[in-house]
């Protein structure tokens, strides 16, 4: 029941803020930056912000400003913390109540964010208080809506400003120089704010590049609130409930009347309150629109709760309002969006009704959940198992959550979180669980003491171990079986693809969610009703071919991949095959092409053997003209530039490449150095690493010209170049010669080098300074565009672009379809699939797709059988085949083996797999092959019970 105030000034102090150029922390903004952009994290640094209300949803949001890096924060409540308040505000304990709720809770969100000053603020607001803010966002009975005035200023959506000159962003650099103060300009094809697209020319002022301001101030865009209030522009979430958005918009003004009326919101499941509320509904519905009686009476019934994953949702969304304000990034919402969850309560036709009893405060920290679902099921919610499989940023908000509903915080009741990372610097921007002292600690460890500290009760277990094949005998039959579900946290698809095959296996219904940017999904698999996760996922991964990366890129990422890739030759495989030959007597008994190609490697990195950082240097330079002279003027040699027309490969990268001239510029000299000081690294000379000295060798350095290598052949296609390698490993293998000794070519006292395993994401060492530096030199080379250093370091690290506020959103969709687990939902459309892009915003719940069918089962199916005889022995192979033939009907009986005929099944398994069966395995899985049956008819596993 919340909506943003109208309070966002955004003026002055903004614009100085953009002009400033303040630093950003690249170290612990890095994910965030990639979704909003250095100029938007520049604009917020210099906006403050006052959230007014620390319930719920108050903190919530305020958690997710301070962590996006916003200026400063004011946290405002005039009230003291209640019972009642702890069933969603995590920052409370039972000792805080009966204090003031700002108070208590600055202490804790200013440890989120070094960089943002949070203050309490516990008087009554008054005008002259909240003009020193540019954001506001207040707590009152009301839907989550935006009304910012009519002007609003976005950088990726034109929108002008309220009180300022509207101020446009000029992407395209060549054109910034076209624009001059006095100059008038038009807009077209502006997409969102049609107002523009041809209007009459508007004069402008030049601000610097990139931007400038129209001077025109004709009113337009959004409107106030008093006017939305009787004619709402309502964002649409559920396509499944077109009809009743109006009837809450209703509801929600008619919930406002009845508690300044009343003092208070309407008991639980108290009939007079419903008819109350319906009345003060219908005074309203006279002059808005047609009314859903029963629905008004619903919302009566459970106006009075608070939900901990109702919170997250919109403490999500108005947080990224908010930062919308502050930022100037993304589209704001236009103006009314609705939030529900009615699908979470009890299934009319499979329980029976709650009752004003069941609802009934009991002085619990559970009170606002309990108004909703009753204490039944609060009860039930404390005796769940869970496993949690990732503590990060997801994991983090899932485990908060957890607590904050109870969840395993009864008798019986238990969450087990499993991660295997250690806490990193960049993880603090999202990951709220953690603190800067916590950094190298294990998440899982961390977040469930964070977890108990919020609700003393939890029940949670931290593990550190990778879900895997090769844990199976720690998370096995026993484990799995003794859930109730798993909620997963990974940015893994192939982990997850695991985790929803252990939840087929063992009927464990699975909760998934995944973000990228201010992009999320939820989706939610239940055994027999729902499909199963490894049907719902397309896995598969980009890949480049081997060409394209060796002779022919034509994007950044081509080079970026073919840099990491001589990354990982010159500083890490180079130096496992010097080790593996020094120590491993049997390192060269491999077919004879990989063992020439191996002893290449070894003889060059250790006839290169550095002794001073000159010759690091050195090294460096003749690497940079092998890589970016000599091989490009190899390749032009054997395609010269006409080829492009005979060429497919050459054909698609467009032109051919060009050789780099060795001039001092400053892309020449990072390649040179990092290059040199990762060559002394490998080799562990200790070197200073000086650039002077290294600019002195390289005055008195001569190198030889380049001379083609006549008949050398470039494959054009991976085939081609498959072709070539079977056989130079041919021809190798036919020569049968002997393969020299190194150690006694460069005689003894040879030591192991030093690895350099990558490391993309890790700012400390040279790693990624000699990827970015290669990859754009070879951009260079083929005429394409280079990227910067954080641009580079998130395509090597692979690294999703992350924001707290998504992160919270989906977290709290995951937990609402955790209730309909727990109620034990028999119907599909009570489930919801939920897709989101805060950005825009957008925001679609589908129902979920059901298995498919194969013949008369799913993937969800299984045939058990008993593990023994009727004579109490252990079933063999035999008894297995007379079983399966009795009960399928179907089929020859083929004969078996007379030696595996009578050998037991678990003593066929050790035979098979070497393996003994575990000895608390619950039961052996068998799949049937069946002759002669439709390839897509693949009959569900055979499940033997052993215990």
């Not at 922390?25 to 990639?34: A, P």
């Not at 990982?568 to 080790?579: P, R």
């Not at 000299?669 to 690493?689: C, D, E, K, P, Y």
């Not at 998130?794 to 937990?815: K, Q, S």
Request: hydrophobic share 35%; net charge negative.
């Amino acid at each position: 029941r919340y909506f943003l105030s109208p309070m966002c000034l955004l003026g002055r102090s903004r614009m100085n803020a953009l002009e400033s150029h303040l630093e950003i922390d690249e170290g612990l903004y890095s994910r965030q930056i990639y979704v909003l952009g250095y100029d938007a994290m520049q604009r917020m640094t210099g906006s403050s912000v006052l959230v007014s209300g620390m319930k719920g949803v108050g903190v919530e949001t305020a958690k997710n400003i301070i962590l996006a890096g916003v200026k400063s924060v004011t946290v405002h409540d005039q009230g003291d913390a209640q019972w009642s308040d702890l069933s969603s505000q995590f920052f409370l304990s039972e000792g805080d109540v009966g204090q003031n709720r700002a108070v208590v809770s600055q202490r804790h969100l200013a440890e989120l964010n070094s960089y943002v000053p949070v203050v309490a603020y516990t008087e009554e607001l008054s005008e002259k208080f909240l003009s020193a803010f540019q954001v506001g966002r207040r707590e009152l009975c009301g839907p989550p809506s935006c009304p910012s005035g009519p002007w609003f200023m976005a950088s990726s959506v034109f929108l002008p400003l309220q009180g300022c000159p509207g101020v446009v962003t000029i992407a395209c650099e060549e054109k910034q120089e076209h624009f001059e103060n006095g100059g008038m300009v038009t807009f077209s094809r502006v997409e969102g704010m049609t107002e523009l697209n041809n209007s009459e020319p508007q004069p402008v002022c030049v601000l610097g590049k990139p931007l400038f301001q129209t001077l025109n101030r004709e009113c337009w865009g959004i409107e106030p609130l008093s006017a939305t209030l009787t004619h709402p522009k309502i964002k649409i979430k559920d396509k499944g409930k077109l009809t009743h958005y109006c009837t809450l918009h209703m509801a929600f003004q008619a919930l406002h009347a009845f508690q300044s009326k009343m003092g208070r919101l309407p008991r639980p499941r108290n009939q007079v309150d419903a008819d109350r509320l319906l009345e003060l509904a219908q005074d309203l519905a006279g002059w808005q629109a047609p009314l859903d009686e029963e629905l008004v009476r619903a919302f009566a019934a459970v106006s009075a709760g608070d939900l901990s994953p109702i919170n997250a949702v919109i403490g999500a969304m108005a947080a990224q309002e908010v930062l919308k304000a502050a930022s100037g990034k993304f589209t704001p919402l236009d103006q009314w969006f609705y939030f529900d969850a009615w699908e979470c309560l009890p299934e009319q036709e499979h329980s029976v009704p709650l009752s004003e009893q069941d609802c009934a405060p009991r002085g619990s920290r559970y009170d606002g959940q309990i108004a909703v679902f009753g204490a039944d099921f609060q009860e039930r919610l404390g005796q769940q198992k869970y496993f949690v499989v990732g503590a990060g940023a997801i994991g983090c908000e899932l485990l908060k959550n957890f607590g904050m509903i109870g969840l395993a915080a009864g008798k019986g009741g238990r969450i087990t979180v499993t991660d295997m990372d250690t806490i990193e610097r960049s993880n603090l921007n999202r990951q709220f669980l953690f603190r800067p002292q916590d950094v190298s600690k294990q998440k899982s460890e961390v977040a469930a003491a964070a977890v108990r500290h919020m609700n003393p009760y939890t029940n949670v277990t931290a593990h550190q171990d990778c879900l895997g094949p090769d844990t199976e005998q720690l998370y096995g039959d026993n484990f799995f079986l003794g859930l109730d579900g798993v909620a997963t946290a990974l940015d893994n698809p192939q982990a997850r693809v695991y985790v929803g095959e252990r939840c087929v296996q063992y009927l464990k219904p699975l909760l998934d969610s995944g973000t990228e940017g201010t992009k999320g999904h939820v989706q939610v698999f239940v055994p027999f009703l729902t499909e199963s996760y490894g049907h719902a996922m397309d896995l598969a991964e980009k890949t480049y071919p081997l060409c394209t990366l060796r002779h022919f890129p034509t994007a950044i990422q081509h080079t970026l991949q073919w840099a990491r890739d001589q990354f990982e030759g010159l500083f890490k495989k180079s130096a496992e095959n010097v080790n593996s030959f020094l120590q491993d007597s049997n390192f060269l008994k491999v077919s004879g092409g990989e063992a020439l190609e191996k002893l290449e490697l070894v003889h060059s990195s250790l006839q290169e053997k550095p002794l001073s950082w000159g010759e690091c240097v050195a090294w460096a330079r003749r690497l940079w003209e092998q890589l970016f002279r000599n091989d490009i003027q190899q390749l032009l040699y054997n395609f010269p530039p006409d080829h492009v027309r005979h060429s497919p490969s050459y054909r698609k990268s467009g032109s051919s490449p060009s050789p780099l001239f060795p001039l001092p510029l400053d892309t020449h000299m990072a390649f040179i150095l990092a290059a040199s000081r990762l060559f002394a690294q490998t080799h562990r000379l200790q070197v200073s690493g000086d650039e002077v000295a290294a600019r002195q060798v390289l005055l008195v350095l001569c190198l030889p010209p380049f001379q083609p290598c006549q008949g050398l052949h470039i494959p054009t296609t991976d085939q081609e170049l498959k072709e070539t390698s079977d056989t130079v490993g041919k021809e190798s293998t036919m020569g049968h010669r002997p393969l020299p000794s190194l150690s006694a070519l460069l005689g003894t006292g040879l030591t192991p080098l030093s690895l350099c395993p990558s490391k993309g994401d890790d700012n400390s060492n040279f790693h990624l300074n000699f990827i970015v530096a290669a990859s754009n030199l070879r951009a260079e080379n083929y005429g394409i565009p280079t990227a910067d250093w954080l641009q580079s370091k998130r395509i090597v690290g692979r690294i999703v672009p992350a924001i707290a506020t998504t992160t919270a959103a989906v977290a709290g969709l995951v937990c609402l379809e955790l209730y309909k687990l727990v109620w034990g939902h028999k119907d599909l459309g009570s489930y919801r699939q939920s897709f989101l892009r805060l950005a825009e915003p957008m925001f679609i719940c589908i129902q979920p797709c059901s298995p498919s069918k194969q013949q008369t089962w799913t993937c969800w199916d299984r045939i058990e059988v008993p593990g023994v005889t009727g004579s109490g022995e252990e079933m063999t192979l035999g008894d297995l085949r007379d079983h399966l033939q009795v009960i399928l009907r179907k089929g020859n009986n083929h004969p078996l083996n007379p030696f595996l005929s009578p050998i037991r099944l678990t003593e066929l398994v050790h035979c098979i797999t070497g393996k003994a069966v575990p000895k608390d395995c619950r039961f052996l899985e068998f799949q049937i092959v069946c002759e002669g049956e439709e390839e897509d008819s693949t009959p569900p596993p055979v499940h033997v019970q052993l215990h």
